[in-house]
């Protein structure tokens, strides 16, 4: 079972801030957040990741709360292009801890 | 350069039929992955291939039979499939074992399959 929680369905309007809300309240110590996003059919996308840090790079910024129960991504100005399924995906950063996926946030951005 | 490359886009077969999907990448990674996805679910883990052994299968029924043949390159073999088996098939790679690092996996585009 996935280890985290996301709401189902946001919406975000074009040119503002898209803030997608991930919790993960039994992350371990040696556990990574990561987030990927998948547009219509085609293969999931990488975004991010971070253990405890904030992080930001060209796409995104991730938000970890300090307890790291929770984290939220953060697109800083929403485009259309920007409509997809985000996961947030909780693993260790051990190789052949897999990916597990929830059922993710479906994010509309509206013109 | 973090590109994953699946052929064919698209397929479809009949029952009786036996295809292959075929995964590629030049990114020198050691690990190799098979997803499923059905419409309007997640990804789901089929098989895992490190150093280009099968290190993880899960439960995925025989009809399904993957193949390594060198470390770039990911074969899936498919035989007497089944219409519930139509879905996206994914392919990741990854660094593998020998990443220092979190070993962040990149997906391909996938192959849509239709099974008749």
């Known amino acids: 079972d996935a280890k985290t929680t996301q709401p189902p369905s946001m919406d975000c309007a074009e040119g503002r801030a898209a803030n997608l809300p991930c919790n993960h309240s039994?992350?371990?110590?040696?556990?990574?957040v990561y987030w990927y996003r998948q547009i219509h059919s085609q293969g999931p996308q990488y975004i991010i990741h971070g253990l405890k840090n904030n992080e930001t790079n060209e796409m995104a910024s991730l938000i970890i709360t300090e307890d790291r129960k929770s984290s939220t991504l953060i697109l800083p100005h929403a485009t259309l292009r920007d409509t997809a399924v985000y996961y947030c995906?909780?693993?260790?950063?051990?190789?052949?801890?897999?990916?597990?996926f929830g059922p993710g946030t479906r994010l509309s951005v509206l013109p | 350069d973090t590109e994953v490359t699946q052929t064919p886009k698209h397929l479809v077969m009949g029952m009786t039929n036996k295809k292959s999907l075929k995964c590629e990448q030049h990114m020198g990674h050691r690990a190799m992955y098979w997803y499923k996805q059905k419409a309007k679910k997640p990804p789901e883990l089929m098989f895992v291939?490190?150093?280009?052994?099968?290190?993880i299968n899960e439960s995925v029924p025989s009809r399904f039979s993957p193949e390594c043949p060198n470390s770039s390159l990911l074969n899936l073999h498919l035989h007497a499939l089944q219409p519930e088996d139509s879905a996206l098939y994914l392919c990741?790679?990854?660094?593998?074992?020998?990443?220092?690092?979190?070993?962040?996996?990149?997906f391909g585009p996938g192959t849509r399959l239709t099974v008749l």
């Open positions: 039994t992350i371990s110590g040696n556990e990574y």
């Open positions: 291939y490190s150093y280009e052994k099968l290190s």
């Open positions: 995906i909780v693993r260790g950063r051990l190789y052949g801890q897999n990916f597990v």
């Open positions: 990741a790679s990854s660094q593998g074992r020998a990443s220092g690092r979190t070993d962040t996996q990149y």
